[in-house]
């Protein structure tokens, strides 16, 4: 993948390629499989030969990222007053959802200031902040450090490893797929932990 994302963006101008990862950034909070940061890691390589400069990779991929962040957390902050709360998503009452909230409450902004440390499940993080009816101008500052800490770092490797960032690319694909599977074993535990509550109420 790579090979093809380096050999797309050997044929676009530097301003072409600074929109490219703003979009990346930005669509990978929405639609969590796009691999953004592999396309910011490329843009670190590209860096390395002098196409891009550091700054404004930084800046289109830090804007792009905390947009799309707030983009759900804004979704969020309205979705749980008009929908959840309706009682349609029949596998999430009311009282589970007030119990994450409480806790998203006392642990949200820790956790916004990593979300870019979670690959894979950032969209969940930003959604649960906005349910959870965080402070909108905190939830973005915790955003941005996040996201210019973890985009610093990716480009940084980019440049550092080069020709190399393959090697890069295996580790971090590595990592998501830890972080991922963890964050789907959780999801099955809540989810059989609804059911096997619910069950003695249906007997009933």
């Known amino acids: 993948m790579i090979e093809n994302i380096l050999d797309l963006f050997s044929t676009f101008s530097p301003l072409w390629i600074y929109f490219a ?4 950034a930005f669509v990978e909070n929405i639609f969590p499989p796009v691999p953004s940061d592999l396309v910011v890691l490329v ?7 002098r196409v891009i400069h550091f700054v404004p990779t ?3 991929t830090t804007t792009g990222s ?34 994450a909230e409480r806790w998203f409450i ?3 902004y820790i956790i916004i200031l990593a979300n870019r440390f979670f690959p894979g499940v950032r ?14 101008k905190k939830t973005t500052a915790y955003a941005v450090i996040s996201a210019v800490v973890w985009n610093s770092l990716i480009i940084y490797c980019g440049i550092i490893f080069g020709k190399n960032i393959h090697l890069v690319d295996k580790y971090l694909s590595t990592y998501s797929h830890a972080i991922i599977t963890l964050a789907i074993i959780i999801a099955l535990i809540f989810i059989i932990r609804f059911f096997v509550k619910k069950k003695p109420e249906g007997l009933n």
């Open 43 to 49: 843009g670190g390589s590209l860096i390395a030969t």
């Open 66 to 99: 905390v947009i799309g962040f707030m983009t759900i957390f804004l979704i969020g902050s309205q979705l749980d007053k008009k929908f959840i709360r309706s009682g349609k998503i029949k596998f999430i009452s009311v009282q589970n959802l007030d119990k």
């Open 58 to 60: 930084l800046l289109f």
């Open 21 to 24: 990862l703003f979009l990346f």
């Open 123 to 136: 969209t969940i993080i930003s959604l649960f902040a906005g349910l959870s009816e965080l402070d909108t």
């Open 106 to 108: 006392k642990y949200g």
